[in-house]
């Protein structure tokens, strides 16, 4: 202890110096007692003390016991609370509350705005108690809406380019102007052509509104994210069962298996995370699949660290496990897998197995027996032993027993799901999801409780009052003939189609999008968007700025989550529902009887709306009805006049919603002010197996037809003669694959003779052989059935000795979201940097520590990045989180400056582009005092610019992981941030993968496109799948 | 309080009143003592309020000991960061928090704390979830001497004998009490710029409590433990539950406390709460067989909080304040004793 004397030292120091702050200590802590009254800071200063709420909130009882508590519905109209931000003070101030929808992932999770009845200002957004998805829980990223509404840098008035694009000279027009220029340039092309208007999403946050209006356009312009995102899996589930994502249902699971964290990590985080927590209280044991030890991997019962793309070869020594020992749901592989054409196949050598016994077997017996087809799966999978996962996914033997044992005793009850991960990762990647649904079909856990579903069991979209007829053209530049089986549009290789000259844009609209940014290759997107020949009018329609809109002509600011209104749905768990995004400064405003025409006019700035947009936009390129496009437009209610908003929505609520009029009329409202008032409806719950309902359709008397003993059997004679003769039936009739036909068309399919619905696949069974692969060039047993297929980075291909690693560039962050982000301070101030993750043992061998530079070079240029060593990486893999690593041009303009670099480009005639950081992020003064307060620097290095592009041949889907050809120390001339590629190599790399595919021009087995059952964003109409004569590169 | 208030008291001889509540002290005047103390009070419960900023690095310089932790050149963010780890995350720097086993912020201690606050005169909005921070406590002190030095210099005698006995009261009441153990859970986290702060606070109010020439406060008591071990629904939780509340175990365990002793024997012991941490930690040396090194390990943590007690408790001044922790400590070190000669051997 200090003696007395140094503490006399210390007295005599304080005494001799000057006051340790400005204020003398006595003037503080003697302030008076404030309690709520009435005072000047109060928003009803007239009237005087408010009468608060009882506070007494509304229960939500949670299955796990919870219970939170939330204000009462009927208290919505006229909540008072106290003022957190004056604190300590207590000012109370009067909220109306207003429902809307979460904007910052997929999920539409249920938010409740509280906005203030004196100022209309949005206090802050909590979670909506009514909503059947998120039920009243948000992550961190639904109350971050408030940060983006009040974004300092947003865009709050349109802007036109001025001086040549990316100079970054902008002037301010009205949204007349707008409406009138732009809807100008899209006449003149809708009249020469039906694919010069394209309009690219990121995130839709809507369910069919857009696409509503791109089919009115008449043209073929629907393009996405897709194929960055989710493609392989959607591809893979889609050859199973026609539909193109899991549901799983995880609150009901004994075994929850997981490709990654990324469904816990990124969109459907919170309604899925909050089940999967739910289910694990009720025992059942997490599986995860990753390289990484993300936050999810670190709670679960099992953690397979498997060397990517190996994920198919354990998922097949599990089902491998199954069948040996006959301990799978057989009666649901009978009732519900294609095991008759799977038989088939093997008969008619489309399939080869190696067993004579088999073969003999099959050419022996007229009738195709099941005992055939488990005699099948035994020969096929023999060789997936679980030594020979353990060995290609470098991770022990046991954990992979310890897995199978799971998935063997889940009784029907096994929730799977993969998404952006193995299969958006690796060449192949579709054959994961493939496998893993085999582990569902094998169980029996198949749209059952505890299960995994198919989305569109548990996701409810109303049709709205008129819908366009399908188009007539296909747009090349979307779905062009090397990938007739893509999942969907090649949205990512769109500036390498262009640069190859496949044909130009006329009107090109980015939407929530900022595609070179999160594209690979962005480089050559940058050179697309400089290119006024290639892309003639660029209209970024964004609520913040991004890099993509720094190039565009025009930037168009569109509301966040409280600022538009959308209809969402999402395969949440396994019920239905809807929920109604709102602009909640509008709704507040005609609860106080203030009209609103356009949410532009209650929004910041002229901050607008897609919906009303839209409508408009749509009504200036047809003013007069010529194109035919104006009738879309006009309301149901009025005709001849163009519809509003409130219409739109009218009549989807009365007419689309299966009981929602009644549950309205039950609190005396109309259904439309329901949805305004509760934001959400709940329209189905459970419901599971809706395959095994029985087919619809049909009048009564048909379904006693279908279900008489004499006419199935006359069915099979018929349809074996309809076969022979090539004669498309009549009227209602089963062909020989047990498909119910009508007109033609199968609607159902028998299953023990009863009429059941069925999947949405050509035999409305799981298909086990996919007689599509087989007839579209893919005729190979690795192709047709589950199988592995060997990744581009495969450990075959990645030479660690010449210090080659495999690059993981696209695990997620619960706490950021894309590139929409960087204008959400709290997010930011959680999470901001993306160091490179490495494995201790790696870090020793290059000599490197934590903090240290490094270089990473991909096939195409190299970044520098700061490392991160961690046993929670593989050794050999390299991980970095997406989202991070944004820039902006000039000081002042841009990505808000907290959350962005500031960077220079670089680029030559000879194809070199290069990024460099000026600075990293720093504090700036708004009148937001937090941003004065910014207190990061490092914000991340876009390394996507780096990665070249990967489509799968099958599926479409760009495979992220990437090669990293070396990884070194970084020399003294690099620096953190930096950034080069050779787009000469972007293109070679490019070549490369297109040279895998097989083209439909050289496959196509009926002349088409692409198999005329499989899913479409948009589809046309059947002729227009007609392969051209002379397509690009033939 | 105020101005007026002083004004309407009378005079009193300056040097008399001096040798009534100052002694050792000869090279200041009481009423200069009386500032020093004011401004040093204030001084440091600022730095525990707010942590180090620029404003107040000129005086932290002047300050030997504080000086000698500083690194070469100021970084605020860093120093922010500091600040956020001690504080925010690991130390929680609130009476409340030692002394009441339920260990909320806003409970009853904190209570009795802004009740003391009120019956000196104070009617502030004091928030009770602030009222009972160490630095707003040091702050309370450094008002008190400040107004004692106010009384001194304006010859207000009864004002400035009454400041006195408030902080000599303050001090026995609250602060002297939980220093203790709150100087050493700092000494803990290797920060050697709050180490040195909050021992620097501790040594002030020591010496303070003994110029104050009163008698040595009485020993005060804290809450009797419950009989754990006598207990038979009595789990892992509820000995975690135990060890992690002060006024029974007699010591304070933080996260980075819980993770060095995770660190030691290479365990995991995940994310949380220290309650959840705890648990971890024992669950993984039970599955790694390392719970009896566990233990080990946080026993001779315990022990040497139980030595330096006993250290402090060579002060006549700190006795009072010092011996039920230092009782404290003993029967968690005996606690822990007796669990490692439960445990089953290993195999």
Redesign the interface.
């Given at each position: 202890?200090?003696t007395?004397n140094?503490?006399?030292n210390?007295?005599?120091?304080?005494?001799a110096?000057d006051?340790?702050?400005t204020r003398?200590?006595?003037d503080?802590?003697?302030?008076?007692?404030?309690a709520p009254v009435a005072r000047e800071e109060n928003n009803k200063p007239v009237l005087g003390l408010p009468s608060f709420s009882d506070t007494e909130m509304i229960p939500v009882r949670q299955e796990d016991g919870r219970l939170t508590n939330y204000p009462p519905p009927d208290k919505w109209d006229d909540w008072v609370e106290y003022d957190g931000k004056a604190?300590?003070?207590k000012v109370a101030r009067r909220y109306t509350l207003v429902p809307t929808v979460c904007f910052n992932c997929e999920s539409a999770c249920g938010l409740l705005a509280y906005v203030d009845k004196e100022t209309y200002e949005v206090k802050k957004f909590e979670g909506n108690p009514a909503h059947p998805g998120s039920r009243g829980r948000n992550c961190a990223k639904g109350p971050a809406t408030h940060n983006q509404t009040y974004d300092p840098e947003r865009i709050l008035y349109p802007l036109k380019r001025v001086g040549k694009r990316g100079d970054g000279r902008w002037k301010r027009i009205t949204w007349h102007q707008a409406l009138d220029e732009i809807a100008q340039k899209m006449r003149h092309s809708r009249k020469q052509r039906r694919d010069g208007i394209m309009y690219h999403v990121g995130r839709p946050g809507e369910d069919g509104y857009t696409n509503r209006c791109i089919t009115a356009w008449g043209v073929d312009g629907h393009n996405s994210h897709t194929n960055i995102c989710s493609a392989g899996a959607r591809a893979g589930y889609s050859f199973w069962g026609g539909f193109d994502r899991p549901s799983p249902d995880h609150t009901n699971a004994r075994v929850i298996m997981l490709i990654s964290s990324h469904l816990e990590t990124g969109h459907y985080f919170n309604p899925h995370a909050q089940r999967i927590i739910e289910g694990k209280m009720k025992g059942a044991k997490i599986i995860t699949f990753d390289p990484r030890l993300s936050n999810t991997a670190?709670m679960s019962d099992v953690w397979l660290p498997c060397w990517p793309g190996s994920e198919s070869t354990i998922l097949l020594a599990i089902a491998n496990y199954l069948i040996q020992n006959d301990h799978y749901d057989k009666e649901f592989v009978r009732r519900w897998v294609n095991w008759q054409d799977t038989l088939q196949a093997v008969r008619q050598g489309k399939l080869t197995v190696d067993d004579p016994d088999l073969q003999a077997a099959l050419e022996g017996s007229s009738a195709l027996k099941f005992e055939h087809f488990e005699q099948l799966l035994k020969v096929l999978y023999a060789e997936f032993t679980f030594e020979r996962a353990a060995d290609e996914a470098q991770v022990p033997v046991e954990r992979i027993r310890e897995t199978a044992e799971y998935v063997a005793h889940c009784d029907g009850k096994l929730a799977t799901h993969t998404w952006r991960s193995a299969s958006i990762g690796n060449l192949g990647g579709w054959q994961v999801a493939r496998c893993l649904f085999f582990l569902n079909i094998l169980t029996g856990s198949v749209g059952t409780p505890g299960g995994t579903s198919a989305n569109s069991w548990n996701k409810f979209v109303p049709k709205p009052f008129k819908t366009p007829p399908p188009g007539e053209t296909w747009n090349e530049l979307n779905l062009p003939h090397e990938w007739p089986l893509a999942h969907y549009e090649m949205s990512f290789l769109l500036p390498h189609f262009l640069e190859e000259g496949r044909g130009e844009i006329d009107v090109y609209f980015s939407r929530v999008y900022n595609p070179m940014w999160i594209n690979p290759d962005g480089f050559v997107w940058l050179k697309a968007l400089l290119d006024e020949e290639k892309i003639k009018t660029h209209v970024a329609l964004t609520p913040t700025w991004n890099e993509s809109a720094w190039f565009a002509d025009y930037i168009l600011p569109m509301g966040h989550a409280g600022e538009r209104h959308d209809l969402m749905s999402q395969e949440t768990h396994a019920g239905q529902w809807i929920a109604f995004r709102q602009p909640v400064r509008r709704v507040a405003l005609e609860r106080a009887g203030k009209q609103v025409r356009f949410s532009h006019e209650a929004n910041p700035g002229e901050v607008w709306e897609e919906n009303e947009f839209w409508i408009q936009l749509s009504a200036h390129m047809d003013p007069d009805g010529s194109l035919g496009i104006r009738q879309w437009f006009e309301s149901p209610y009025r005709p001849g006049e163009i519809i509003t908003i409130d219409e739109y929505y009218q009549w989807i609520f009365e007419n689309s919603v299966p009981g929602l009029p009644e549950k309205a009329a039950a609190e005396k409202l109309t259904p439309l002010a329901y949805m305004r008032k509760y934001g959400a409806f709940e329209v189905t719950r459970d419901n599971y197996v809706p395959y095994e309902k029985p087919v619809a359709g049909i009048v009564e008397e048909e379904a006693k037809k279908l279900e008489s003993f004499t006419f199935q059997l006359a069915e099979v004679a018929r349809g074996i003669a309809r076969e022979v003769l090539e004669i498309e039936p009549k009227g209602l009739a089963i062909d020989s694959s047990n498909r119910i036909l009508k007109a033609g068309q199968p609607i159902g399919v028998m299953i023990d003779g009863e009429p059941l619905v069925g999947v949405n696949t050509p035999s409305r069974k799981f298909e086990f052989f996919s007689q599509t692969l087989y007839e579209w060039g893919w005729p190979e047993k690795e192709h047709t059935v589950p199988w592995p297929l060997k990744s581009h980075v495969h450990p075959d291909h990645i030479d660690r000795g010449k210090g080659e690693m495999l690059l993981l560039p696209n695990f997620r962050l619960p706490t950021l979201i894309h590139t929409r982000s960087a204008n959400a301070k709290w997010l930011y101030e959680i999470s901001h940097k993306n160091p490179v993750w490495m494995h201790p043992s790696d870090a020793t061998r290059l000599n490197v520590g934590t903090g240290d530079l490094i270089k990473v070079e991909t096939e195409i240029g190299y970044f520098v990045d700061k490392v991160w060593v961690t046993e929670g990486i593989k050794p050999g893999v390299i991980a970095m989180s997406h989202h991070l690593g944004r820039w902006r041009l000039q000081e002042n303009t841009g990505v808000n400056p907290g959350m962005s670099n500031l960077a220079q480009l670089e680029l030559d005639e000879q194809g070199n582009y290069k990024l460099n950081i000026i600075h990293g992020a720093s504090a700036w003064d708004s009148f937001d005092p937090d941003t004065s307060r910014i207190?990061w620097k490092d914000v991340g290095v876009h390394q996507n610019l780096t990665h070249a592009v990967h489509p799968d041949p099958v599926s479409g889907a760009h495979c992220w992981l990437q090669k990293a050809v070396n990884v070194t120390k970084a020399g003294p001339e690099d620096k953190h941030g930096d950034v080069q590629v050779d787009i000469n190599r972007s293109m070679a790399v490019y070549q490369e993968w297109v040279d895998l595919t097989r083209s439909a021009m050289d496959t196509s087995p009926d002349g088409n496109r692409r198999p005329l059952w499989m899913k479409r964003p948009l589809k046309p109409v059947v002729e227009a799948y007609k392969l051209p004569e002379q397509p690009f590169g033939r | 309080m105020d101005g007026n208030e002083l004004d309407s008291r009378g005079q009193f001889a300056d040097q008399a009143e001096d040798q009534v509540l100052i002694t050792n002290v000869s090279s200041l005047s009481p009423s200069q003592l009386a500032k020093a103390r004011g401004r040093t009070y204030d001084l440091l419960g600022r730095l525990i309020l707010n942590g180090l900023t620029a404003e107040q690095l000129p005086f932290v310089k002047a300050i030997p000991e504080l000086a000698a932790t500083l690194p070469v050149s100021f970084d605020a963010d860093e120093a922010a960061a500091d600040h956020q780890q001690i504080f925010g995350f690991n130390v929680h720097p609130h009476e409340s928090i030692f002394l009441d086993p339920a260990g909320l912020l806003g409970g009853p201690v904190a209570e009795v704390v802004l009740l003391d606050y009120r019956q000196a005169g104070f009617s502030g909005q004091i928030d009770s979830d602030m009222a009972d921070h160490l630095g707003r406590e040091l702050r309370y002190l450094a008002l008190l001497s400040d107004l004692e030095a106010k009384a001194r210099t304006n010859n207000l005698r009864d004002v400035a004998q009454r400041m006195a006995g408030l902080q000599r009261d303050f001090l026995d009441d609250h602060l002297l009490r939980w220093l203790p153990p709150l100087t050493l859970s700092i000494e803990q986290e290797s920060l050697a710029f709050y180490t040195a702060l909050v021992q620097l606070a501790f040594d002030v109010a020591t010496v303070h409590r003994a110029d104050l020439l009163a008698e040595p406060a009485p020993e005060f008591t804290l809450p009797e433990p419950p009989e754990l071990l006598t207990q038979k629904d009595t789990g892992l939780r509820e000995i975690a539950a135990y060890l992690l509340a002060p006024p029974y175990s007699g010591i304070y365990l933080s996260r980075d406390d819980i993770g060095r002793l995770a660190r030691k024997h290479e365990l995991p012991r995940g994310f949380g709460d220290r309650q959840q941490m705890l648990l971890n930690l024992w669950r993984s040396a039970t599955t790694y067989n390392s719970l009896e090194a566990s233990l080990e390990a946080l026993q001779e943590l315990v022990s040497s909080w139980h030595d330096t007690y006993r250290q402090m408790a060579e002060n006549p001044y700190l006795r009072p304040f010092v011996a039920v922790w230092e009782t404290r400590a003993a029967a968690t070190m005996a606690l822990l004793a007796e669990m490692r000669s439960d445990l089953p051997p290993l195999d």
């Open positions: 202890m200090t007395k140094n503490v006399l210390l007295l005599s120091t304080m005494l110096m006051a340790p702050a003398d200590v006595t503080e802590n003697n302030g008076l007692d404030r604190w300590p003070k670190s207190w | -």
